[in-house]
Each structure stands twice: as C-alpha cells, then as structure tokens.
C-alpha cells in the first residue's frame, strides 16, 4: 500500500525565515510526486509535479525538489500570504492519489 | 486556464432530502474526479470517471451516487445521507496519460443535520 508521511505537522515561520518541508513516501511505480497548496475552505492548488529523482522546479520563493524516497518544498524568504497547508501527493501506475496529511505553514509578519 | 467549477459552494441538508453536487471543467480533460475531505484531513478518494465511464469506486455507500451525463460535467448525487458525511466534497478533473496532473475546484461545504 503506497505510503506518505510529511512532517512537521505544523510550521511557525517569521517573514524572511527560509525552513523546509519534508514527504517521505513508499510506492509501487511512482508515476510522480504532487506538492499542492490549500487554503482553509478551499481545494487543494496545484504547485509543482515531479517525475523523476534529482528533479527540481520552483515557482516564486517555492523549490520542490525529489530523491528516490523523500522530496522537500524549501520556501525562501516567506511572506504572510505563504501561510497555507501544503500537501504532497503520490501518483502510482492506476493514477490514483495518495496524499499526505499535510503541514500547515504560518508565517508571522 | 486550469478552472474547475463547483456549485453550489455550501449546502445545508437534513438526513431524509435528495441533493445533488456540480462540477463542471473546459480544459477538455477525459478524467473526472471526487474526493471528500474532513476537517484536518487530507482529501480521501471517493470515484473516478474515465472517458464518462466509472472506472474506480472506492467502496463508497450507495446512498452517494456519481454521474457523468458528459465529458464537461460530474454530478454526485446525494440521498438519506448521515451527519458524519459532512464535510467538504472536492471535484477535479485532470488529462489521461502521463501528465496527470489533477485540477481541483473550491469544493462543496456540506452540512448533514
């Protein structure tokens, strides 16, 4: 049974404050690595996908990069409106997603 | 444009009625999608449309009944539902292939009285 673990639960952050985040994941055939960002109420958006180990994309003050068991969101320099919970998906072969349960990320002005 | 549109945005509904959920996408997408999501939960999948046919059911009660009357379109119909099954009910839709990559609309906030 494909497996996703992120950690830390919760992320109290200062604006400026560089962390990361961390999803370790078990699967048959990784199709890819999902990372989303979703605001309370609201569904899950789409950031980044990752097909293959040693990939790396960024977006803004995002950089999602993979290994062969673990990717990391490094979030640099975060602002305010960078508070979210961020969720990683793993993709198998069926195409089904299994997500993680997330780590919400506040930061303080 | 990677909209996915849900309606309504909140429903309030009491255990004997029948309601029905919208989602509706223009991205040409051929695979549709819901999941339900308790508070503080991630997304849990629910049923999966390929080409407008159910191809995964993932052992949900028969009082939740999907629909896709076409390749734009997702319904979820709702009848004798129980207060557990509040929560939020996300649609998304997403190519078939190798850049599966799955859209998700706002979601539907349900409240079971």
């Known amino acids: 049974e494909d497996q996703v673990t992120q950690s830390p639960e919760a992320l109290r952050l200062q604006e400026g404050e560089s962390s990361s985040l961390n999803c370790s994941y078990t699967?048959?055939?990784?199709?890819?690595l999902f990372w989303y960002r979703q605001d309370p109420g609201k569904g899950p958006e789409f950031l980044f996908t990752?097909?293959?180990a040693g990939e790396e994309k960024e977006k803004e003050r995002l950089k999602a990069t993979l290994t062969k068991k673990e990717s990391f969101l490094h979030i640099t320099a975060p602002k305010p409106e960078d508070s979210a919970t961020y969720l990683c998906?793993?993709?198998?072969?069926?195409?089904?997603?299994?997500f993680g349960a997330g780590t919400t990320v506040t930061v303080r002005a | 444009d990677t909209e996915v549109t849900q309606t309504p945005k909140h429903l309030v509904m009491g255990m004997t009625n029948k309601k029905s959920l919208k989602c509706e996408q223009h991205?040409?997408?051929?695979?549709m999608y819901w999941y339900k999501q308790k508070a503080k939960k991630p997304p849990e999948l629910m049923f999966v449309?390929?080409?407008?046919?159910?191809?995964i059911n993932e052992s949900v009660p028969s009082r939740f009944s999907p629909e896709c009357p076409n390749s734009s379109l997702l319904n979820l119909h709702l009848h004798a539902l129980q207060p557990e099954d509040s929560a939020l009910y996300l649609c998304?839709?997403?190519?078939?292939?190798?850049?599966?990559?799955?859209?998700f609309g706002a979601g539907t906030r349900l409240s079971v009285l």
């Open positions: 998304a839709s997403s190519q078939l292939g190798n850049k599966n990559i799955q859209y």
């Open positions: 699967v048959s055939g990784l199709r890819g």
């Open positions: 990752l097909y293959s």
């Open positions: 998906a793993v993709q198998a072969f069926d195409y089904k997603l299994s």
């Open positions: 991205m040409g997408h051929r695979a």
């Open positions: 449309y390929s080409y407008e046919k159910l191809s």
